[in-house]
């Protein structure tokens, strides 16, 4: 992480024109000062820049944010904020209400809505937490419909687990990544925040980002079945999402690459051998359509599958009389 900003042991008047420079460039603007007396020490590190901003704060003292109408007029910088408190909490007060997160905790709010912050230390004086800076049409982009938003998400399980892993690593090693590579990990981070906000205003009946995900890999696979470069990297780069986070989803779905592809292609097989339109194709060129190596392949894939041979399973279910020559074929090639 790269140091960014520290104030050792100031007063609030130095606190406050030390970082009045600072929010401009990597934040929005607003009023940020303290509840508490005597010296501040407030120490901020940069893990990424881009596309979004992640950055780990330090603080014994109790400080807080405010950021009114005025200055969202004055800089209408229009962002979401994600906090995840490592130590200690964070306090967000609207119009609205109030809402707490603290450690185990993400809290995601806007920055077009007037909002006060407060750090709150933990049972040792001390608040450590990492905030994430996203631009808004990012944001929007995995959450449809998003607007005003102050959403308080536990990070135990799922991919509210997921998102909280995710920053850690932006925040330690993200200034080591390309510029590709950084742009991949905040499309896997706003994937999992899409999916967490999500779920946190009760919209479990509409698809989920990691449905919608699921659903295009599916479909891109059943496009592409009789192509045997058929590939986890061509299924990534066609879905715009990296091999990892292809993989992760394929295992949140309870699937291998390989057993979703070979599972595709032998569902297609079967649909093939019972048409009434692909009867004149023997078992062998179907295997081929359907994107199988080799006869023997296919034949050893689908008895395993079946418990019979594609020509026993076609006359069984569509009642095509078995072609001997056939039979024989794929007996001895299962072998």
């Not at 709150?120 to 929007?140: C, K, N, T, W």
């Not at 715009?240 to 779905?253: E, T």
């Not at 097989?269 to 004149?280: C, D, H, I, R």
């Given at each position: 992480?790269?140091?960014?900003?520290?104030?050792?042991?100031?007063?609030?008047?130095?606190?406050?024109?030390?970082?009045?420079?600072?929010?401009?460039?990597?934040?929005?603007?607003?009023?940020?000062?303290?509840?508490?007396?005597?010296?501040?020490?407030?120490?901020?590190?940069?893990?990424?820049?881009?596309?979004?901003?992640?950055?780990?704060?330090?603080?014994?003292?109790?400080?807080?944010?405010?950021?009114?109408?005025?200055?969202?007029?004055?800089?209408?910088?229009?962002?979401?904020?994600?906090?995840?408190?490592?130590?200690?909490?964070?306090?967000?007060?609207?119009?609205?209400?109030?809402?707490?997160?603290?450690?185990?905790?993400?809290?995601?709010?806007?920055?077009?809505?007037?909002?006060?912050?407060?750090?709150?230390?933990?049972?040792?004086?001390?608040?450590?937490s990492l905030q994430a800076v996203i631009p808004a049409h990012m944001f929007r982009e995995?959450?449809?419909?998003?607007?005003?938003?102050?959403?308080?998400?536990?990070?135990?399980?799922?991919?509210?687990?997921?998102?909280?892993?995710?920053?850690?690593?932006?925040?330690?090693?993200?200034?080591?990544?390309?510029?590709?590579?950084?742009?991949?990990?905040?499309?896997?981070?706003?994937?999992?925040?899409?999916?967490?906000?999500?779920?946190?205003?009760?919209?479990?009946?509409?698809?989920?980002?990691?449905?919608?995900?699921?659903?295009?890999?599916?479909?891109?696979?059943?496009?592409?079945?009789?192509?045997?470069?058929?590939?986890?990297?061509?299924?990534?780069?066609?879905?715009?999402?990296?091999?990892?986070?292809?993989?992760?989803?394929?295992?949140?779905?309870?699937?291998?690459?390989?057993?979703?592809?070979?599972?595709?292609?032998?569902?297609?097989?079967?649909?093939?051998?019972?048409?009434?339109?692909?009867?004149?194709?023997?078992?062998?060129?179907?295997?081929?359509?359907?994107?199988?190596?080799?006869?023997?392949?296919?034949?050893?894939?689908?008895?395993?599958?079946?418990?019979?041979t594609p020509s026993e399973y076609r006359q069984r279910m569509a009642g095509t009389p078995?072609?001997?020559?056939?039979?024989?074929?794929?007996?001895?090639?299962?072998?």
């Amino acid at each position: 992480m790269q140091a960014i900003f520290n104030c050792a042991s100031g007063g609030p008047d130095v606190l406050y024109e030390q970082y009045k420079n600072l929010i401009s460039k990597e934040f929005y603007t607003g009023d940020i000062g303290t509840t508490g007396e005597g010296p501040i020490t407030l120490f901020l590190e940069k893990g990424l820049s881009f596309p979004v901003s992640v950055v780990h704060l330090s603080t014994p003292n109790r400080i807080t944010y405010r950021r009114t109408h005025r200055h969202i007029q004055e800089n209408q910088v229009d962002s979401y904020v994600v906090w995840a408190p490592r130590r200690g909490g964070i306090k967000l007060t609207r119009s609205s209400g109030s809402v707490f997160a603290g450690e185990g905790q993400m809290l995601i709010h806007d920055s077009s809505t007037p909002f006060f912050a407060e750090i709150v230390s933990d049972d040792r004086g001390m608040h450590e937490s990492l905030q994430a800076v996203i631009p808004a049409h990012m944001f929007r982009e995995q959450i449809a419909g998003a607007s005003e938003c102050a959403t308080v998400i536990n990070v135990t399980q799922g991919p509210a687990r997921m998102a909280s892993q995710m920053l850690d690593i932006l925040a330690d090693s993200g200034h080591h990544a390309s510029r590709d590579l950084g742009e991949k990990m905040v499309s896997a981070l706003l994937e999992a925040l899409g999916a967490c906000v999500a779920a946190a205003k009760g919209e479990g009946d509409r698809k989920s980002i990691f449905d919608r995900r699921l659903e295009e890999i599916e479909q891109f696979v059943t496009r592409n079945l009789t192509s045997r470069d058929l590939s986890a990297n061509a299924i990534a780069q066609a879905c715009n999402i990296s091999p990892r986070y292809l993989c992760y989803i394929l295992k949140a779905a309870g699937y291998t690459f390989s057993q979703l592809v070979w599972d595709k292609r032998l569902e297609k097989a079967k649909e093939w051998l019972l048409s009434p339109k692909m009867q004149s194709y023997l078992v062998h060129e179907i295997a081929s359509m359907a994107g199988y190596k080799s006869a023997a392949h296919f034949s050893r894939a689908f008895r395993s599958a079946c418990g019979c041979t594609p020509s026993e399973y076609r006359q069984r279910m569509a009642g095509t009389p078995i072609d001997e020559n056939e039979r024989t074929e794929f007996l001895q090639a299962a072998e």
